[in-house]
Nanobody, 122 residues
Framework: QVQLVESGGGLVQAGGSLRLSCAAS????????MGWFRQAPGKEREFVAA???????YYADSVKGRLTISRDNAKNTVFLQMNSLKPEDTAVYYC????????????????WGQGTQVTVSS
């Protein structure tokens, strides 16, 4: 069982930056692939970024060059550095953990956090 707790969300102006963190419980964090998804009001939850257990990274086209995913296995934490934020990045951001390597879809993840709100004002 893995428990995930996100933090770091907030209100920021367009062009600003935020850094999200996701702290995981358990002693097998390094064997999980980790992902970030987001869900805006009235929209489906969508893939944002993922990092494999071998540190390979994957990004949605809409965030490439602006968002960076990383992990610190010693701290059981995954990060999402968000730069050059746009109003369309406004959403609840969810952290997820999985082991089957299907990075881009919700079905590829077994555990989910409760989410953290990111609001980007224009």
């Amino acid at each position: 069982q893995v428990q995930l707790v996100e933090s770091g969300g907030g209100l920021v102006q367009a062009g600003g930056s935020l850094r999200l963190s996701c702290a995981a419980s358990g002693r097998t964090f390094s064997s999980y692939g980790m992902g970030w998804f987001r869900q805006a009001p009235g929209k489906e939850r969508e893939f944002v970024a993922a990092i494999s257990w071998r540190d390979s990274t994957y990004y949605a086209d809409s965030v490439k060059g602006r968002l960076t995913i990383s992990r610190d296995n010693a701290k059981n934490t995954v990060f999402l550095q968000m730069n050059s934020l746009k109003p369309e990045d406004t959403a609840v951001y969810y952290c997820a953990a999985g082991t089957i390597g299907r990075w881009y879809v919700r079905q590829g993840y077994d555990y989910w956090g409760q989410g953290t709100q990111v609001t980007v004002s224009s």
